[in-house]
């Protein structure tokens, strides 16, 4: 599995290792985890499942039943591997990528199949699909791509579901849609229109800046499938205060875009440096996150942590710096110059031996 070298610091002053947002909650969002103390001693009850679910479904243009409400879009994805009954067969996804899809598939008991890209990091629907077999059972891609940022376009999706047997369900995990500024504003509703059974993961992590209170959703193309997967998850699994925030947080779909485009300007920034550095992948990322690949991640990595930075190692492959608040934005393009500034300066000794 792959993870973060070495020791983790106690208090690095950036954490860019998991790609959380750097702002605050809205003001309105706020308010409410400020008062429901309230409301702890009770269950959450329906009406705010109901609530929550009329909104998504009125902001991508879904019936009510294909909504499905979870602990986490993760969350969602792990009652859908537990819907059904029978053999679990394979699952599909490219790798590197969110290495909690081989755990879920694992602990259901199916096979988890990880597809490399070339170059190192990208995904390829190619090589995903040519490693469908009559037992695979779910079909996995991550739109943005983690952890290179490639945007994945409707068109693509499309044409990968009409590839894939009526048998294998395509996952389109879209925890990072928010940032991608070459999506569809429909892109949910078409990607669910048609007979081929089809996901779309949605998160309130990432741009709505809600991952401590672990909330999610899926929609689905099929009314039935989302009954079962809906039944299969936990009674209780979403809190009422994740319920009433992310609600709440829906409202504001104008501060939503405000807040995403603050990011997009610092991803900007991150990757301008990046490509003046030498370092740039060749992938316009579209997540809240750049890619560097290299083999040599691991003294990238320690270079950083040294300089207060903590960062996302994939070893042998690259690492992956969440895009922050401006500070740590210069704290991370100083960090690179004198990583590259290094690295030259070894070249040379190296050639001068």
Aim: charged share 20%.
């Amino acid at each position: 599995m792959l993870h973060d070298s070495g020791t983790r610091p106690s208090r690095p002053e950036f954490d860019l290792s998991r790609n959380e947002l750097h702002l605050d909650p809205l003001p309105e969002v706020r308010k409410i985890l400020e008062s429901s103390a309230d409301t702890l001693s009770r269950y959450p009850q329906d009406h705010l499942v109901a609530a929550l679910t009329e909104r998504i479904a009125a902001l991508h243009g879904v019936p009510l039943d294909r909504v499905v409400v979870g602990p986490g879009s993760i969350g969602v994805l792990d009652a859908l591997l537990h819907a059904d009954g029978g053999p679990a067969g394979s699952t599909v996804f490219a790798t590197p990528t969110f290495d909690e899809y081989a755990v879920l598939v694992a602990r259901a008991g199916g096979v988890p199949v990880g597809v490399a890209g070339d170059p190192v990091g990208k995904q390829s629907l190619d090589g995903i699909r040519a490693r469908v077999d009559s037992s695979t059972r779910y079909v996995i891609v991550a739109a943005p791509h983690n952890p290179s940022g490639a945007a994945v376009s409707l068109a693509e999706l499309r044409h990968l579901r009409l590839a894939l047997p009526d048998t294998a369900v395509l996952v389109v995990d879209g925890a990072y849609a928010e940032f991608d500024e070459t999506a569809r504003p429909d892109a949910v509703r078409r990607m669910v229109s048609g007979p081929r059974p089809v996901v779309v993961l949605r998160s309130f992590s990432k741009a709505h800046g809600l991952a401590g209170l672990r909330i999610g959703y899926g929609v689905f193309s099929c009314a039935a499938l989302a009954a079962r997967v809906r039944s299969a998850v936990p009674m209780f699994a979403v809190n009422s205060i994740a319920l009433t925030a992310a609600a709440e947080s829906l409202r504001h779909q104008q501060r939503l875009r405000e807040r995403v485009s603050r990011v997009i300007e610092n991803r900007n920034r991150l990757e301008a440096a990046l490509l003046r550095y030498g370092l740039y992948s060749g992938i316009a990322s579209q997540g809240n996150f750049v890619w560097l690949p290299t083999r040599d991640s691991r003294r990238l990595f320690a270079h950083a942590l040294g300089d207060g930075i903590l960062v996302r190692e994939y070893p042998g492959w690259g690492v992956r710096i969440t895009v922050g608040s401006d500070e740590s934005v210069n704290a991370v393009r100083k960090s690179l110059a004198t990583f590259v500034a290094g690295t030259r300066g070894r070249a040379r000794s190296g050639a001068d031996a």
